[in-house]
């Protein structure tokens, strides 16, 4: 089925770093920031509940057809 970030209960950018820090050849996540807000949140993502194996599954088969 589609995956949608707001389904999962992130924003497109939590989504984003959660997925890519769930590989486990990823250790660090850098992203690109304007204002403090960005920063808070993306600093928050780490508190964030870990995807789980379905969820990672679903968003693997989105990306790749």
């Not at 993306?42 to 968003?59: C, D, F, K, V, Y």
């Amino acid at each position: 089925s589609d995956v949608c970030s707001s389904d999962l209960g992130f924003t497109l950018t939590q989504l984003a770093v959660k997925y890519a820090l769930a590989h486990v050849a990823v250790a660090v996540a850098l992203t690109g920031v304007r204002t403090p807000a960005q920063i808070e949140a993306n600093a928050g993502i780490s508190l964030l509940p870990a995807m789980t194996r379905a969820e990672l599954e679903s968003i693997r088969q989105a990306t790749e057809s």
